[in-house]
């Protein structure tokens, strides 16, 4: 049960409407135990379950502090979406602070849930967000905020930088041949111009296709290019006649 406290009974109702279709799924009939109006109101539950029909039929939960059904609520809300919402918006508005509390007390009362719902909607909208970053990174206004972003992770993270440093520098010694001329690798680290950085054109930890660290693979590209382009690779095949093949 989730617990909710200091909340009007129209304000619990509100919250009832949109959070119905949830808890219609988590009742089972057989396994949700019979909790009396007493018991709850004892125990400050928001909701309470006595397995008796409402006057419109309906078993389901019950908000304690209004005793109006659960699943009445819902389609109430259904009836009036338009005009609840904006009663509900505008209460928002008006106590900010105390909305804000009570939505971080049922993220705490309900982080698994949560996690997955955050996840889900990840996974379905993974391209628009991957792109909506990408186009954020590129925006000139937004690089302090990352320098910013990037030292405060460090600073909070250094166990795992120190990890991740290491790593680079392994897998830079690993894929460099004995054959590689390591003074025009040099050069070019020494040349870089100002406010560009050094990248691998075929990324030594790519995850089809690693390359090596010679100086035909280095190239100069700006820090949000280089982020971007992160360890992707894009391979064209090309003819014998040297135009793209698809």
Not at 31 to 37: A, F, G, I, R
Not at 43 to 55: H, M, P, R, S
Not at 75 to 92: F, P, R, T
Not at 226 to 244: E, M, Y
Request: charged letters at 30%.
């Amino acid at each position: 049960m989730v617990r909710l406290r200091g909340l009007s009974p129209w304000l619990l109702e509100l919250l009832a409407y949109p959070l119905a279709s949830v808890m219609e799924s988590r009742i089972s009939l057989n396994s949700v135990d019979t909790v009396s109006l007493d018991q709850a109101r004892r125990q400050d539950l928001t909701y309470y379950f006595t397995g008796i029909a409402c006057k419109n039929g309906h078993v389901s939960q019950r908000v304690t502090k209004s005793r109006s059904c659960v699943k009445c609520s819902a389609e109430k809300y259904k009836a009036n979406k338009d005009s609840i919402d904006a009663k509900n918006n505008l209460w928002v508005k008006r106590n900010r602070k105390k909305s804000n509390e009570i939505k971080k007390r049922w993220g705490k009362a309900n982080t698994v849930h949560v996690k997955k719902l955050a996840k889900d909607w990840f996974k379905a909208n993974r391209t628009r967000v991957v792109a909506k970053q990408a186009e954020w990174r590129r925006d000139p206004n937004n690089r302090d905020i990352q320098r910013e972003n990037v030292r405060r992770k460090r600073r909070n993270n250094p166990g795992l930088y120190l990890f991740l440093q290491n790593k680079r520098r392994a897998s830079k010694l690993n894929a460099t041949p004995v054959w590689a001329d390591t003074d025009a690798i040099k050069r070019i680290y020494h040349d870089c111009p100002k406010g560009m950085t050094v990248d691998h054109i075929v990324p030594l930890q790519g995850k089809f296709v690693c390359g090596l660290n010679i100086p035909e693979n280095l190239q100069y590209l700006s820090p949000s290019e280089n982020s971007i382009k992160g360890n992707s690779f894009d391979v064209i095949f090309t003819s014998s006649d040297g135009l793209p093949v698809a």
